[in-house]
């Protein structure tokens, strides 16, 4: 488990940006299927919101950090 974190953090530190765009990328999905479909779980739950929001907090907090 050390070792996975070991090499996550240090891919991330070069790429600081890359959690709060995934982040970004997630929520313009969930605006997009918003309009684009009819209403289902994914979309009146708005999960890809959710999830999005909270990778792109964690990817600015470790962008910080690290």
């Given amino acids: 488990m050390s070792n996975l974190l ?5 891919y991330l530190a070069h790429r600081k940006g890359l959690l709060p765009l995934i982040g970004i990328l997630l929520i313009v999905v969930n605006l997009i299927l918003q309009f684009a479909l009819e209403p289902f779980w994914l979309t ?7 999830i999005g929001i909270i990778i792109a907090i964690i990817g600015l907090m470790l962008a910080w950090a690290l």
């Fill in 44 to 50: 009146t739950s708005n999960l890809l919101l959710h």
């Fill in 6 to 10: 070991d090499k996550l953090s240090e």
